[in-house]
């Protein structure tokens, strides 16, 4: 497998084209209007938000991800089109009306995607008139402006690309994605959109998608909260000829793994107002789902994120937040260490120097091992630190 690259993202595979524009949702000269287009139809996969409360284009996806082809996929920024009523439903459909027009598909290849302020009424007019620079600007070439133009409180744009080797053949893999607040599992304010040159089935497409996502763009927190917009999305085109099935699907999970892995990580280190991240690594559990539970619970505690935003090795909370996760443990068989120094065993503190382990906590990324010796279960989970930045940014999200 060669190694990822983190400056290209879905044009990297072949056969498709993307651009991204400003069309005026947000405030001049920041790119709000996004489209990936595949050149011929492509199977289609998706995972969409839990939240009970979805946006009109979460709904309009689903059926088109429920079709299993599709060509292409628009995104606006700086509005949610959420809770907007039956006319944001018309809205996320006229979106994929004035694609598929010009690509001459139905509506429903066309995939919807919004993220933003929730409970305003898109600008259609100003969508309408992005669609024709949209398509003016097409390339297969630099995808920046593609992956820039889906961001919205967010610093940096989030691209990763890869070339699999599998047994039938090498493949591509490209993606972009965006997200710094409402990050937490299942899904967040969060949108990830993949495209592959494999030639590979929509049920099997959409089974390595799941199982990717369940262990990366769901390991992740940022504030816990779950938003009403999210989506990862996957396109396949079959444009390098090789067929993915048997152990050329695996070789491809594995590499669609490692492109989410990385863009799950850029989220968390992209956190509203977050200076570090830290990884929960639990092992020794019960099971994996009694791991992933603890491990979550430990990343989402407020007490275990501003402890890591201050470099305080306040092991304490991190043992208490285990006990709290709804899950059996025995204490005086756990070792707890923190950027690999023990901290915890037999029920009583370990012997280190925590000066020293203070300083070593004042990373970008820091590390926290739980070892339970109960069984073989076990589980990572990512998450940022908390810091007065965060409620700053979101103090005043709309003012």
Known sequence: MAALNSHLGVNFPRGFKSAGVYCGIKKPGLLDLALIVSETEASVAGVFTTNQVCAAPVRWSRQVVAGGRARAIIVNSGNANCLT?????????????????????????VVVASTGVIGVPLPMNAIESGVGLLFERLSDGDDRTTAD??????????????????????????????????????MATMLAFITTDALIRPEHLHLCLKRVVDRTFNRITVDGDTSTNDMVVALANG????????????????????????????????????????EVRVSGAVDDAAALQIARTIAESLLVKTAIHGGDPNWGRIIAA????????????????????????????????????????????????????????NARFWSSDLTAEYVKINAHYRT
Do not use: W
């Not at 989030?158 to 299942?186: C, D, F, H, Q, Y």
């Not at 899950?327 to 901290?343: M, T, W, Y």
């Not at 009583?348 to 120097?353: E, G, H, I, K, R």
């Open 85 to 109: 009523g039956e006319q944001g439903e018309r809205d996320a459909q006229r979106m994929a009306e004035l694609v598929a027009k010009r690509l001459n598909c139905e509506p429903t290849q």
């Open 149 to 186: 133009a889906i961001l919205t409180t967010d610093n940096a744009s989030k691209r990763a690309s890869l070339e699999v080797a599998t047994p039938a053949g090498p493949v591509r893999l490209g993606a972009i994605a965006k997200g710094a607040g409402m990050i937490a599992p299942n």
């Open 239 to 278: 444009a390098s000829g090789v067929e993915v099935s048997g152990e050329s699907l695996q070789a491809f999970e594995a590499g669609l793994y490692e492109v989410c892995e990385y863009l799950a990580k850029r989220i968390v280190k992209d956190g509203e107002g977050a200076s570090r991240i830290f």
């Open 322 to 377: 285990a006990g709290r996760a709804g899950v059996p443990i025995d204490v005086n068989r756990a070792e707890l260490s923190l950027q690999g120094v023990l901290v915890f065993k037999n029920g009583q503190p370990a012997d280190y120097d925590e000066r020293a382990l203070a300083e070593k906590m004042l990373t970008d990324e820091v590390t926290i091992t739980l070892e339970l010796h109960a069984g073989e279960g």
